[in-house]
């Protein structure tokens, strides 16, 4: 198994069910409180987002798309435990008229499966199941 140097994203309060996630780089974004994305959204974005990176590295090599837009949703559920069901990874994808589009078309469907098989990193996590460990460090 090859695995990558560990990844960090860590979380700082800034209210009641408001933080501010930062990662290793530097960047920052809001997570909860008035008008920001919730935890459950994050994970969608992070779902679609990864998933669209692959199929537009993919396709946009052959074609410039006019409409790239990727919808991640589901439902969430609170029987038997908060969670989400149903997700689903939605393409819409228009390229160019001529060859070149052809060429991008042709390899929206292997990619989308490249990507859902063996690419993103996030949604086959999920899948998976991967065993989350809760450190509590008091201090």
């Known amino acids: 198994m090859t695995a990558t140097p560990g990844i960090t994203v860590t ?4 209210d009641l069910m408001a933080y501010t996630a930062t990662n ?9 409180g ?9 994970l969608l974005a992070a779902i ?12 946009s090599r052959r074609a410039t798309p006019e409409v790239f837009e990727v919808v991640a949703s589901g439902r969430k559920v609170t029987e038997g435990g908060n969670h989400m069901e149903d997700l ?7 390229f160019p008229d001529g060859a070149d589009g052809d060429k991008a078309r042709d ?3 292997p990619a989308v499966k490249a990507s859902h098989e063996k690419d ?16 509590v460090e008091e201090g």
Do not use: W, Y
Not at 24 to 32: H, K, L, P
Not at 34 to 42: C, H, R
Not at 48 to 59: K, P
């Open 11 to 14: 979380l700082t309060r800034r």
């Open 107 to 109: 390899r929206i469907q």
């Open 120 to 135: 993103c990193t996030v949604s086959r996590t999920v899948e998976l199941g991967t065993p989350i460990a809760f450190v």
């Open 88 to 94: 689903q990874v939605t393409f819409r994808l228009r």
């Open 48 to 59: 679609g987002g990864c998933t669209a990176v692959d199929v537009d590295v993919m396709t």
């Open 24 to 32: 290793g780089r530097g960047a920052s974004i809001e997570v909860g």
């Open 34 to 42: 008035q008008g920001n994305f919730s935890p459950v959204e994050l």
